[in-house]
C-alpha cells in the first residue's frame, strides 16, 4: 500500500495524464445561468451534502420536477418535504452554512453540481408557496449559490444507472424491515414494518 498524503504527491500521480482542460474549468459559473437553470427546473432529484460537528452527511432529495425553485440567479430555494424528523442535514446547516447539491435527471447523463451557503427560513408565506395536495413544507432551505457546474456523463455510463437492463431485482437485497429487525434485535421492523410500508409512504408522502 502506498498512500498519498499531500497534494504533491497526487499532482505526481495524476499529472501524467495532462493538464486539466480548458472544458474542465470554464464550465464552472459563479451564478445560475440560462443553461443552467434549465437542468435545475427539469430535475426530479438532488443530493444534498452537508456537515456539522459529528462530520459529513449526504441526503437525497427528491420531488416533482423543478421542486428546487431558482429564485434568482444566485438563489435556490429547497422544501423541506416530509421525512424521518431526524432533521440531520437541518441541524448542519444552522451549524455550518456549507452545502452541495448533484442534480439528477432520469435518462439525461451528465449531473449538475451546485455549492454555495444555506439558512433555514420557515416564513410561512414562502413555506405555503411550496405547497403539495395542500401540504406545506415546515421550512425552506435557502441557498446562495457559489458554484454551478456540470459533471460529465462518465460515472452514469459506466455505472450504467438509467439502462434498463440495470435494475435491480428488489428480492436480492435485505428489505428496510430486515434491516431494522436485525439491528434492533426484533424491536421494530420486520415483515409488518415492509408490509404496511407503502400505505405509510402514501399518507405521509407531502
Not at 453540481?113 to 425552506?140: Q, Y
Not at 437485497?173 to 415492509?194: F, H, K, M
Request: net charge neutral.
Amino acid at each position: 500500500m502506498a498512500i498519498l498524503r499531500t497534494e504533491a504527491e497526487l499532482e505526481r500521480v495524476y499529472g501524467a495524464f495532462g493538464a486539466v482542460g480548458e472544458a474542465s474549468t470554464v464550465k464552472v459559473a459563479d451564478h445560475v445561468t440560462p443553461h443552467y437553470r434549465r437542468f435545475i427546473e427539469a430535475a426530479p432529484f438532488a443530493a444534498l451534502a452537508t456537515c456539522g460537528p459529528e462530520g459529513l452527511d449526504c441526503s437525497p432529495r427528491g420531488d416533482r420536477p423543478g421542486f428546487v425553485r431558482v429564485a434568482d440567479s444566485r438563489t435556490l430555494l429547497l422544501p423541506d418535504r416530509r421525512g424521518n424528523n431526524r432533521i440531520d442535514s437541518l441541524r448542519n446547516v444552522v451549524r455550518d452554512p456549507r452545502v452541495g447539491l448533484m442534480f439528477l435527471i432520469p435518462g439525461i447523463g451528465n449531473a449538475l453540481r451546485v455549492n454555495g451557503r444555506a439558512v433555514i427560513d420557515d416564513d410561512p408565506d414562502l413555506c405555503a408557496s411550496f405547497a403539495v395536495e395542500g401540504k406545506a413544507p415546515r421550512t425552506v432551505m435557502v441557498i446562495g449559490v457559489t458554484d454551478v457546474y456540470f459533471q460529465c456523463a462518465r460515472a452514469l455510463i459506466r455505472s450504467g444507472l438509467w439502462r434498463a437492463d440495470s435494475q435491480v431485482d428488489p428480492g436480492t437485497l435485505p428489505t428496510p424491515g430486515q434491516i431494522l429487525a436485525e439491528l434492533s434485535d426484533g424491536r421494530v421492523g420486520g415483515e409488518t414494518y415492509d408490509r404496511t410500508w407503502a400505505e405509510r409512504a402514501k399518507q405521509t408522502m407531502w
